[in-house]
């Protein structure tokens, strides 16, 4: 793989912009000293009047443009990861609704053989498991008859299956056996989130002393916060738990996510999409596991009952929405879609920041928060459309 130098950019580090440029060798970043120049004849992507920052971590979308997580291959996970990346993801997880045993392995194995294919779009770190350990009075669009109480024993053997792809999973802590499982799940080494709930506050509290460390879709299919009994969502806003949000104008009101983020601070915060195969596409029929969802003005819920089912959000544009509803500059918005996902998925080593060694994931973006390109690994994976902007040599 060629050098490639990026020169004259904006460089988001440190929760700072500062100008400077990067090399990208082997498909790593390193960020040169102001007294360097870059090498005669060198690869060069000139970003002057654009701001290079680490590409986006979505750790909870069930996929998009026509392909669905649960039923994808492999080469539908690959497809999924370029629409990502075209839209500044450049890792996510990709999260399995509760299936049958049988359904849910045969994600693991599409997964294997994803690793093991050619890949160009975003990158699949692993797998989300969203249940089956949940509660059935808050299953959304989960199937109730596939709901099942806490069983590390079936935890463990996804793991093994999927030989520690497993990086993420969301229970609910009032279901019985589930408590006892949380701190055996950190062990194995799936990060456990609290969702799905109706808890109240003392089990909810327990749970995170028991070792949950974030909070799926934050205010959805959950119980509520009451003055007089704070509940699973009063927990997650007092705890250090990370809270997953889903920015969409839908799932939460512009109000309570700036309520979130001055609760929780930009630093516990984690924009997440929670997209489903509609993301992408027009509205219209599609399906969220075995249901059906039907899709009108981009709002997805589902057919049997209008319970909300997902997204069509993209992070993009979340990114977008959060800048408009928060009004905070663009350095307090992005760690909630890089460092604090990387933070909470234990990836800090290698993703979310911009910083000597880590993977050369990148987004240029112009100053109206449009997508210039796109890198994952170094290699650009979008379209170059800003004017001017291209690969010269030095």
Same mark, same amino acid.
């Given at each position: 793989?060629?050098?490639?130098?990026?020169?004259?950019?904006?460089?988001?580090?440190?929760?700072?912009?500062?100008?400077?440029?990067?090399?990208?060798?082997?498909?790593? @970043?390193?960020?040169?000293?102001?007294?360097?120049?870059?090498?005669?004849?060198?690869?060069?992507?000139?970003?002057?009047?654009?701001?290079?920052?680490?590409?986006?971590?979505?750790?909870?979308?069930?996929?998009?443009?026509?392909?669905?997580?649960?039923?994808?291959?492999?080469?539908?996970?690959?497809?999924?990861?370029?629409?990502?990346?075209?839209?500044?993801?450049?890792?996510?997880?990709?999260?399995?609704?509760?299936?049958?045993?049988?359904?849910?392995?045969? $994600?693991?194995?599409?997964?294997?053989?994803?690793?093991?294919?050619?890949?160009?779009?975003?990158?699949?770190?692993?797998?989300?498991?969203?249940?089956?350990?949940?509660?059935?009075?808050?299953?959304?669009?989960?199937?109730?008859?596939?709901?099942?109480?806490?069983?590390?024993?079936?935890?463990?053997?996804?793991?093994? @299956?999927?030989?520690?792809?497993?990086?993420?999973?969301?229970?609910?802590?009032?279901?019985?056996?589930?408590?006892?499982?949380?701190?055996?799940?950190?062990?194995?080494?799936?990060?456990?989130?609290?969702?799905?709930?109706?808890?109240?506050?003392?089990?909810?509290?327990?749970?995170?002393?028991?070792?949950?460390?974030?909070?799926?879709?934050?205010?959805?299919?959950?119980?509520?916060?009451?003055?007089?009994?704070?509940?699973?969502?009063?927990?997650?806003?007092?705890?250090?738990?990370? $809270?997953?949000?889903?920015?969409?104008?839908?799932?939460?009101?512009?109000?309570?996510?700036?309520?979130?983020?001055?609760?929780?601070?930009?630093?516990?915060?984690?924009?997440?999409?929670?997209?489903?195969?509609?993301?992408?596409?027009?509205?219209?029929?599609?399906?969220?596991?075995?249901?059906?969802?039907?899709?009108?003005?981009?709002?997805?819920?589902?057919?049997?009952?209008?319970?909300?089912?997902?997204?069509?959000?993209?992070?993009?544009?979340?990114?977008?929405?959060?800048?408009?509803?928060?009004?905070?500059?663009?350095?307090?918005? @992005?760690?909630?879609?890089?460092?604090?996902?990387?933070?909470?998925?234990?990836?800090?080593?290698?993703?979310?920041?911009?910083?000597?060694?880590?993977?050369?994931?990148?987004?240029?973006?112009?100053?109206?928060?449009?997508?210039?390109?796109?890198?994952?690994?170094?290699?650009?994976?979008?379209? $170059?459309?800003?004017?001017?902007?291209?690969?010269?040599?030095?």
């Amino acid at each position: 793989m060629e050098d490639i130098y990026i020169v004259n950019g904006e460089i988001y580090r440190g929760h700072q912009f500062r100008r400077g440029n990067l090399e990208i060798r082997g498909g790593k @970043l390193r960020c040169m000293a102001a007294e360097e120049t870059v090498p005669a004849g060198a690869r060069v992507l000139d970003a002057a009047g654009l701001k290079v920052v680490p590409g986006f971590i979505d750790i909870h979308t069930h996929g998009a443009t026509g392909i669905d997580v649960n039923c994808a291959s492999a080469n539908d996970l690959e497809k999924t990861g370029c629409f990502f990346a075209k839209n500044g993801t450049t890792s996510w997880l990709a999260s399995v609704l509760t299936d049958t045993k049988e359904q849910t392995e045969w $994600c693991i194995r599409q997964y294997h053989l994803y690793r093991r294919g050619e890949r160009r779009g975003a990158e699949l770190l692993g797998i989300h498991l969203e249940g089956p350990f949940l509660a059935s009075a808050y299953k959304g669009a989960m199937p109730e008859e596939l709901l099942r109480e806490g069983d590390i024993s079936l935890a463990e053997h996804y793991q093994k @299956l999927a030989e520690g792809g497993i990086r993420y999973m969301t229970v609910s802590p009032e279901v019985p056996g589930v408590l006892e499982m949380i701190p055996l799940l950190e062990g194995i080494g799936i990060v456990a989130a609290m969702g799905h709930s109706g808890a109240d506050y003392a089990t909810a509290m327990r749970a995170v002393r028991q070792g949950v460390r974030a909070v799926t879709h934050t205010g959805n299919a959950m119980r509520l916060l009451h003055q007089h009994e704070p509940a699973v969502l009063g927990a997650a806003l007092e705890s250090d738990a990370y $809270c997953e949000v889903i920015c969409d104008g839908r799932h939460l009101h512009p109000g309570t996510v700036r309520l979130i983020i001055k609760t929780k601070g930009t630093d516990r915060v984690i924009a997440v999409t929670d997209s489903i195969m509609a993301a992408g596409l027009p509205d219209g029929k599609y399906h969220l596991g075995v249901n059906e969802v039907i899709v009108e003005a981009g709002d997805a819920k589902l057919a049997s009952d209008g319970v909300r089912a997902g997204s069509t959000l993209t992070q993009k544009l979340a990114l977008k929405n959060l800048l408009s509803w928060t009004g905070l500059p663009l350095e307090d918005i @992005l760690p909630m879609l890089t460092e604090n996902p990387a933070n909470l998925l234990g990836i800090s080593d290698r993703k979310g920041f911009i910083a000597d060694g880590k993977d050369a994931d990148l987004v240029l973006l112009d100053d109206d928060q449009e997508i210039a390109a796109v890198m994952v690994a170094g290699i650009c994976v979008s379209d $170059c459309n800003v004017p001017g902007m291209e690969y010269r040599r030095a």
